[in-house]
């Protein structure tokens, strides 16, 4: 069973994110799900700092040995940090996808309207119920 | 779409891995990971279900005949117990697969070939049979036989604790018939190892045993992977029927003093293009299809890749002109991005 946190919000396309705080920064990554259906991750194409991404646009690219799979930004806003541990250890993603194996962080600017169309952790977890 | 096709030992780990459809079968493509069992076959020992290559029993006076026509390597040569790498070649010189003869007996043989050719060979060897009148049976063995690989550094001395026989007391490609068993000492993964057929429960049984030895069951992820690293090529994906073994750089293993089909197409003529290897200098998964570019110019195009778990880099194999040095500069367009890399003579790795 892929495991699926209480406290995250999740993208139909296998993205999770973490609001922090009062919502100024949030973090972005795959769920352990996404990470189980991939196999070794061996190479990760990361957003630039500074750029700016909208709501379930291509963000990041995630290769492993069979697939190259598009990483969806699941809210809109600018990149403010990529984790720097992926480009030596992207198996990182493998081990930890809810910890370590973070992609990036965002400044969310539409994050009161955009949080509504993002599932909660039930629906996730039904979600791929019926996948798999 | 029709049911797949499950091999003899399919229950012996169904539920344990990923599986994917391969050539109208359903196999496993990792148990745990292509990476952990690349490793555990470089640095301990690996098993491989390969139930699923197509494997030709030929038996009759002419037998050796039939497969010296239909082969471009030497097939008299051979004693019983030894084993031949060969390519079965149509009137063109293109590949139609290649493979291993084993021979049993005098006039008994086993030709083992990919799956993915296997009506097309099939058709192929029954063909030649009616056409040349040769005195051979031809029987395909069926889903009720079996065949692993079990390859590594410790592949040997676990299976001499199973088999009772130690395959390193045989040369390399030989083979031994121990209780009904084929024991060859070969495999396609750069690693000493044995290849083992035989029916289905007793080839289950030594498959069963080495888990319980702890040797990593190995999924077709891992075994793509360690034959990309010593360059050897997969049928149907780099070998083709638009491929002769002149342009695989095959040419001492032919045997142009003998009769064989498409040898008119081939003898005396040299190739233009040559099948190599591509190694880029940062981490990245090359991919069949990928063009690759000399100078701005392209010079070849992948037929497939992957990363190198040892090295770290990707690797990639392909055809490029004949006359093209190994170490020459190259760039690789993976999806647009532009990558440096080197033309190479396989293998990435050397194996002592």
């Known amino acids: 069973m892929s495991s699926v946190p209480q406290d995250l919000l999740y993208t139909k396309e296998h993205e999770w994110v973490r609001v922090l705080g009062e919502g100024g920064i949030c973090v972005v990554g795959i769920t352990d799900y996404a990470q189980s259906k991939l196999g070794d991750v061996v190479v990760i194409d990361l957003p630039k700092v500074g750029s700016k991404l909208a709501f379930m646009q291509t963000a990041a690219t995630i290769e492993s040995y069979k697939a190259v799979s598009d990483i969806y930004s699941p809210l809109t806003g600018e990149v403010k940090e990529v984790n720097p541990e992926l480009s030596s250890n992207p198996g990182l993603v493998n081990a930890e996808p809810y910890a370590k194996g973070w992609l990036f962080k965002l400044a969310p600017s539409e994050l009161g309207s955009e949080r509504a169309k993002l599932l909660g952790p039930d629906s996730y977890a039904n979600l791929i119920a019926g996948l798999s | ?352």
């Open chain 2, 1 to 352: 779409m029709s049911r797949l096709r499950e091999t003899a030992l399919h229950h012996l780990y169904a539920g344990k891995a990923r599986m994917i459809e391969f050539n109208g079968w359903d196999m496993p493509v990792w148990f745990s990971s292509i990476e952990k069992e690349h490793l555990a076959v470089r640095n301990a020992a690996g098993v491989f279900d390969i139930s699923h290559m197509n494997r030709t029993d030929i038996e009759g006076a002419d037998a050796e005949k039939l497969l010296e026509y239909a082969c471009d390597a030497g097939i008299s040569g051979l004693g019983a117990g030894d084993m031949r790498y060969t390519h079965m070649l149509n009137e063109n010189g293109g590949i139609i697969d290649d493979g291993i003869v084993f021979r049993l007996e005098d006039e008994h043989f086993l030709f083992v070939t990919n799956a993915c050719t296997e009506t097309r060979v099939n058709d192929w060897l029954a063909r030649l049979v009616s056409a040349g009148n040769y005195r051979a049976k031809l029987r395909h063995e069926g889903p009720d036989r079996a065949m692993i690989a079990v390859q590594g550094p410790l592949a040997a001395q676990t299976l001499r604790a199973i088999l009772g026989a130690d395959i390193r007391e045989l040369g390399r490609f030989k083979f031994v018939i121990r209780d009904s068993l084929i024991v060859s000492r070969s495999g396609y993964t750069g690693e000493d190892g044995a290849e083992l057929i035989g029916s289905g429960p007793a080839v289950g049984e030594v498959f069963e045993r080495l888990l319980e030895s702890g040797v990593q069951p190995c999924g077709l992820g891992a075994r793509d992977t360690l034959r990309l690293e010593m360059g050897y090529p997969l049928g149907c994906v780099d070998v083709t029927e638009e491929v002769t073994p002149l342009e695989m750089g095959a040419e001492k293993l032919i045997d142009f003093s003998k009769d064989f089909v498409g040898k008119s197409a081939i003898v005396g003529k040299a190739a233009t293009r040559r099948f190599r290897g591509v190694l880029t200098d940062q981490p990245a998964v090359l991919r069949g299809g990928s063009e690759v570019l000399s100078g701005g110019r392209k010079v070849g195009v992948l037929t497939s890749g992957t990363l190198s778990p040892v090295l770290r880099r990707g690797i990639g194999m392909g055809f490029f002109p004949a006359n093209m040095q190994p170490g020459s500069e190259l760039t690789v367009n993976l999806r647009g991005r532009l990558l440096s890399a080197s033309l190479t003579k396989p293998p990435f790795i050397r194996k002592q």
